[in-house]
């Protein structure tokens, strides 16, 4: 539906017949532009009329603008199309036509159909073009349908409030009274879900779902017999097709909630459940991801002879001043440093097999202190590696074959 405001001259109308009203002041032009953006949907305006419009506030002089002043915007349509990101002539045209009829513009037509000031001794005093006076009178109406529409989003989410705590305590009720038909405690409860998802609710709605909640939470020993009759039919019949027959709400005169109402006075049902939390999409926890990675197993190692190793190394300390407490944390650490290093984890874990953990620690120690000379750290390891098979001392002559790996 499309709202005329009644600032601009209709059609087929005399002037008088809608006479603008006066403000006196200053208006910020953007500030009306957003206005006119709230209330878009009922003005029937597009988001090309938005952009047509600002193109046209644009061209008008900087600073605030004066309703008793010229505000006619003249300019040409391929300036209008640049300022309004380049919409073609033809669509300007349209929503040019759009924007009268809306009352937010005017259109002054020239005999020949051009755009251009009037001139008398230099001065401006007229203007054919877009008026944009329209805009800047009807101020007034463009704020109270702004604030209306913060008023019906604030009761439309007042009702779908209602609508969650109610079904909210129904699923509270039904887990307690395990003896009531699950079928049509489900039921009720997947409507007043559906109820509360949608964008507008009616007050019917919310009456009638509310009574039917009030009317089971009132049975004090619920039971298969005590169940109404009508509360299966009516859940099945809503969820297949919301076109039941509903009652009037009982609010207050300003569209709140009534200090009478029922819900106020129900009863306090037990909290919630862990695995449901109230929401309308229960929350999924992610899988943990399996680690198909090659680990490195040092688990029966004594503690003591890697206090003793870490004495004798000169540069990990100063990464690492606190030695491994076990196998498994020397491991973790052994396997973040090489990659610190920009070491294959494969490569250091055959490098632990070969040279057993001792000697693995005194090659990654050597690195360590190489590593600003290294160009490529895993090539280098793995020359480190055939020089050991071939029987070569390897890391400054720490690592040799056939030497202990723990020093007495």
């Known amino acids: 539906m499309m709202t005329q405001l009644p600032a601009a001259t209709p059609r087929r109308q005399q002037a008088s017949a809608c006479l603008p009203q006066t403000i006196s002041g200053p208006i910020d032009r953007w500030y009306a532009l957003d206005l006119v953006r709230q209330n878009r949907c009922d003005l029937g305006l597009n988001d ?101 529409h913060i008023v019906r989003e604030e009761k439309q989410r007042y009702l779908r409030t209602r609508i969650s705590n109610a079904a909210a305590a129904l699923a509270r009720h039904a887990r307690r009274a395990a003896q009531i038909c699950a079928s049509s405690l489900e039921g009720l409860v997947r409507t007043g879900r559906n ?93 943990k991801k399996e680690d198909n990675r090659p680990s490195l197993q040092m688990e029966q190692l004594d503690p003591r002879q890697i206090v003793a190793l870490w004495a004798d190394l000169k540069a990990l300390p100063d990464y690492h001043p606190a030695p491994p407490r076990d196998g498994h944390a020397l491991a973790q650490m052994v396997l973040e440093f090489s990659g610190f290093l920009d070491l294959d984890r494969r490569l250091m874990i055959d490098t632990c097999a070969q040279l057993g953990w001792p000697n693995a620690l005194r090659v990654l120690d050597y690195m360590t202190r190489r590593f600003a000379s290294i160009k490529s750290p895993t090539a280098y390891l793995k020359m480190m590696l055939e020089k050991y098979r071939s029987g070569k001392a390897i890391a400054a002559g720490a690592v040799r074959m056939n030497r202990p790996l723990i020093r007495g």
Do not use: W
């Not at 919301?242 to 009982?250: C, F, W």
């Not at 009863?267 to 999409?281: H, T, W």
């Open 195 to 287: 109820l509360a998802r949608r964008t507008a609710v009616s007050r019917e709605d919310v009456e009638d779902y509310e009574g039917r909640v009030d009317q089971l939470l009132a049975t004090p020993d619920p039971s298969p017999e005590a169940a109404p009759e009508d509360l299966a039919a009516g859940s099945t019949k809503e969820d297949s097709a919301s076109e039941n027959a509903l009652t009037p709400l009982k609010l207050a005169p300003d569209g709140g909630p009534s200090c009478h109402d029922t819900a106020s006075a129900r009863r306090v049902l037990p909290d919630r459940r862990a695995d449901d939390a109230g929401q309308p999409v229960r929350h999924i926890e992610p899988r």
């Open 48 to 148: 090309r009329d938005i952009a047509v419009l600002q193109a046209h506030l644009s061209v008008l002089p900087k600073g605030p603008l004066d309703p008793r002043r010229l505000n006619v915007s003249y300019a040409g349509k391929p300036e209008i199309s640049r300022r309004s990101n380049h919409v073609q002539e033809r669509t300007i045209t349209r929503c040019e036509t759009r924007l009268e009829e809306a009352g937010l513009v005017q259109r002054r037509r020239s005999a020949n159909g051009r755009r251009f000031p009037v001139r008398i001794a230099g001065n401006i005093v007229d203007a054919f073009g877009i008026d944009l006076a329209p805009l800047l009178n009807c101020l007034p109406e463009l704020e109270a349908m702004s604030n209306a």
